[in-house]
């Protein structure tokens, strides 16, 4: 079972930044962010492979970026020009080559003044 730990969460005004962290505990071929909205299904934040294929919600194109270390096992989302919508409880996502998937306990973002 892959430990997941995530940090970074928390109240920001809009318009501000925040960057989500996540230390896995082995390495995953794919690393990434879904959230989860208020009284909404959990959807796609953005995601990186070990050899740097990103794919991002066209939502967050352009405000968000994902970045990995994969000596250290961690993957980060900077997250930039937040809106109020993108409000969420933020997972932390891996999936080895073979399909196999985990998830973090989730970290609450709240974007609001």
């Known amino acids: 079972q892959v430990q997941l730990v995530e940090s970074g969460g928390g109240l920001v005004q809009p318009g501000g930044s925040l960057r989500l962290s996540c230390a896995a505990s082995t390495n995953r071929f794919t690393m990434g962010w879904y959230r989860q909205p208020p009284g909404k299904q959990r959807e796609l934040a953005a995601t990186?492979?070990?050899?740097?294929?990103?794919n991002y919600a066209d939502s967050v194109k352009g405000r968000f970026t994902i970045s990995r270390d994969n000596a250290n096992n961690t993957v980060h989302l900077q997250m930039n020009s937040l809106k109020p919508e993108d409000t969420a409880v933020y997972y932390c996502?891996?999936?080895?080559?073979?399909?196999?998937?985990?998830w973090g306990q989730g970290t609450q973002v709240t974007v609001s003044s």
């Open positions: 990186i492979t070990k050899t740097g294929t990103t």
């Open positions: 996502y891996v999936k080895s080559r073979f399909g196999y998937e985990n």
